[in-house]
């Protein structure tokens, strides 16, 4: 026998055989892939389209701006939606407190997630996580719930940011998930960002996803969450 | 007629009858059995969202193509940023499955190939396609495909041989060998 017949002999091996899944199960998890595929597919014409309708302006709009000494109102300082106050009905303080100022600019987070109430990682976290990750994409009403009111400028601020978390939510596969703590490489630099930004307390609590997607110059994104009084929330993202 | 629990016309008895063979390749392209049902998923998704077109051709083919496409640039996208380990020796994907020595031996020898080399091995020893339809589908030169596939010999040689002359193929050892992610 051949080195090369042996090496297809091996790779014919049972061994290779996975369990296969049941066809409801089957079905459901194909529909669910087909349904982000769809949604990555969606926001990124999207995105193609406003970049060519900006190209397609900007020789338009500049002797325009030139001649008028009028400022021209940017689309993306349109008023952004009014977020419930704290303490407000449906939102309560304890779960959802005042975001606070974070240390230094460099972790890139915006806001920080109060300390108080925060939970260590259970073992529901994983899929809480995920669960949390999936409906991201919802109604910003929705969206607020399942976010610390830190990410909530995220949230409202900006339709790019939105487009953001919506391909993020149909990254195509999840490297990493676990506690920040806990992550090595890259994610240690994210830790010590989170630490310095805002407190060793919230980085002891945060849980992080890496979701590896394309269209983003680093490829990959990680998403913080925290748990605060039996709610999983997510906070930002590196 | 599409319908709600099957998917469009024939696509449920698609994915069942294909379903098995699919994992498989996927396992064997990727080494890792969470990988391969992850880059199953996308592609038969991805099959799904385009069955009216698919489901005229041979859609095993199709299906396979685009696993193989996402698995390069996936590839790709993580060649730079992530260096996986050597799989580990023991992670419980399915208890149930007997695996020989020879088989981990190999698994093992493929997960320290480049993903391309990797490919071409699989395509060519796996699914017996012609160096040009390889080439086809990797989207290179069939000189290309010769070259990739001589280095992953030469590389699977000396890992495979030493362990392949100990191990006596008439009667196949088994053990509970796991396969198993390496992350």
Known sequence: MTYQNRLSDLLHDPGWSLPTWPQEQALARIRRAARRQRLVAATLSASAAVVVAAIVAVPFTLPRLAQSPRPVPSPRLAPSPVVPAVGSAGFPANIYPAAITPHGTASGLGACPAPTGLQPAGLATPAAALAVLHHLDSGLAHQLRLTDRSAWPLLTASGRRAATMRALRSGLTLPYSGPLRAGVGELAAVRRAVTVACGRRVMRSTWVIVSLLRGRPSGDAELLFLTRRGHLLWYGMQ | ?183
């Open chain 2, 1 to 183: 007629m599409a319908d709600s629990r099957t998917g469009p016309d024939g696509f449920g008895d698609f994915v069942a009858a294909a379903l098995p063979g699919l994992l498989r390749f996927g396992h064997v392209l990727t080494g890792d059995p969470r990988e391969a049902e992850d880059l199953v998923q996308e592609a038969l998704a991805r099959s799904l969202r385009r069955w009216r077109w698919v489901r005229g051709e041979d859609a095993v083919p199709y299906v396979r193509r685009a696993m193989v496409n996402t698995h390069i640039s996936r590839w790709r996208t993580w060649q730079a940023r992530v260096r996986l380990g050597t799989p580990p020796d023991d992670c419980a994907d399915d208890p149930g499955l007997r695996r020989s020595e020879e088989w981990d031996l190999l698994r093992r020898a493929l997960a320290q190939l480049p993903v391309r080399q990797r490919t071409v091995i699989v395509l060519r020893y796996y699914e017996d396609l012609p160096d040009a339809s390889i080439a086809e589908l990797m989207g290179c030169t069939s000189g290309t495909v010769r070259s990739q596939a001589a280095r992953g010999l030469a590389a699977l040689r000396p890992l495979l041989e030493p362990g392949l002359a100990g191990v006596v193929p008439k009667a196949r050892r088994t053990s509970t060998v796991q396969g198993g992610a390496s992350r």
